[in-house]
Nanobody
Framework: VLLVESGGGSVQAGGSLRLSCVAS????????MAWFRQAPGKEREYVAA????????NYADSVKGRFIISRDNAQNTLYLQMNNLKPEDTGLYSC?????????????????WGPGTQVTVSS
């Protein structure tokens, strides 16, 4: 299993970024996926999850209404559209593969993780 994120960068507050996660080594469309982030000196934080077919999406309260998680099973790719970014969104964003089909905020449900892509939001 391999997960590779891209799309991070440095933006000013209020800006947008779109993260991508390309998956390989497993049948992408049969597992839920999620995004987590970790800021320096802080614990890893759940961001959003999506079920295997994209029909169910769940967001952390801190990003609800600003971030959109989506997936393209034909392209084995997970996305995170981030709008109206805030300095507190700064962190290393990683995608993760769920052991099941639904996707929740519990990190123990996820068995494979990508190395992450850095997002830095300045005020």
């Amino acid at each position: 299993v391999l997960l590779v994120e891209s799309g991070g960068g440095s933006v000013q507050a209020g800006g947008s970024l779109r993260l991508s996660c390309v998956a390989s080594g497993f049948t992408f469309g049969t597992y839920a996926m999620a995004w987590f982030r970790q800021a320096p000196g802080k614990e890893r934080e759940y961001v959003a999850a999506i079920s295997l077919n994209g029909g169910r999406k769940n967001y952390a309260d801190s990003v609800k209404g600003r971030f959109i998680i989506s997936r393209d099973n034909a392209q084995n790719t997970l996305y995170l559209q981030m709008n109206n970014l805030k300095p507190e969104d700064t962190g290393l964003y990683s995608c993760a593969k769920d052991v099941g089909a639904v996707g929740t905020g519990d990190s123990y449900e996820y068995d494979y993780w990508g190395p992450g892509t850095q997002v830095t939001v300045s005020s």
